[in-house]
């Protein structure tokens, strides 16, 4: 079964940068792309980006531009999406989830921004 | 502000039908296919409906979706309490997909 298993919470301050994995199985790996999708507390969903697995191509949301990078590593099926100059306002809980269209999701994981 | 419509709040007792709308535009629903996610409290979203009406295994035929120009519709029949969960649109638009706010339904 297709299953995406995120790393954990992370805490961070402000202006620092986050690096969450998503492990992917149960699929073939670069058959598919990776969507990134946030959550702030109590609000509703927003798509960060994709990528590629299959050749590494990203389209990342305008708002985003220059402050995120998604990659991928083939040889162990997982996805990495990087955010940096965090602000509290990027306090939120991140999932991957299999794409074209969104259909399996990672567990999610909580990233705090506080100083 | 997202830029899929949804109504916040939707609510009915067991066993009602209830409805969700979502409003979009031409260059999402309009030219697209409209998914919907059902998120429990705590948990992460999952596909309940795909391509405007098709249902991944395991989703039960309580629930169905339908498109008509630059909307579309989630109904849920024989509401149950399990039900209760937040309720999200979305569709590809130009480059990027786009979500509605979400609309939380409760059982009453």
Redesign the interface.
Known sequence: QVQLVQSGAEVKKPGASVKVSCKASGYTFTSYGI?W?RQAPGQ????MG?ISAYNGNT?Y??KLQGRVTMTTDTSTSTAYMELRSLRSDDTAVY?CARSV????????TLVTVSS | Q?VLTQPPSASGTPGQRVTISCSGSSSNIGSN?V?W?QQLPGT????LI??NNQR?SGVPDRFSGSKSGTSASLAISGLRSEDEADY?C?AWDD????????TKLTVL
């Open positions: 969507s999708v509703g969903l927003e798509w994709w389209n949301a305008q999932y269209a969104i259909d399996y999701w990672g567990q999610g | 997202s296919y998914y996610y992460a979203p999952k596909l795909y391509r991944p999200y979305a480059s990027h997909w786009v979500f509605g706010g979400g």
